[in-house]
């Protein structure tokens, strides 16, 4: 199956912007659609945005919607978030993840990275 290991975290003033990329290697990143997860401390695990094999098709988490963008280079084995207008509220630990399945079923998605820390300060 694919590995996932995810870079571009960091400390940011609120209102700043980060990109996230998450980098694939083992077997064809192109079969995999592709989602990141966020966890902030004492929450539970959320979806945040969702890109299907091809980059045709995403979703968003209302609370993003508009300062989030997501999208992949199948070339590069890799997936992006560009986080823009960045809110406290956004700190948190951020997964990439994988799926053989549908972009949008948050429950198949079973290849996780480690998380990289995305911290907001106000």
Known sequence: ???LVESGGGLV???GS???SCAASGRTFSAYDMGWFRQAPGKG???VAAVSRSGASTFYADS???RFTIFRENAKNTV???MNSLIPEDTAVYY???TLGTYNRFNQYD???QGTQVTVSS
């Open 18 to 20: 980060l990109r996230l």
């Open 64 to 66: 993003v919607k508009g």
């Open 13 to 15: 003033q609120a209102g």
């Open 111 to 113: 290849v996780w990275g």
């Open 80 to 82: 992006y978030l560009e």
């Open 45 to 47: 695990r959320e979806p």
């Open 1 to 3: 199956q694919v590995q």
């Open 96 to 98: 990439c993840a994988a």
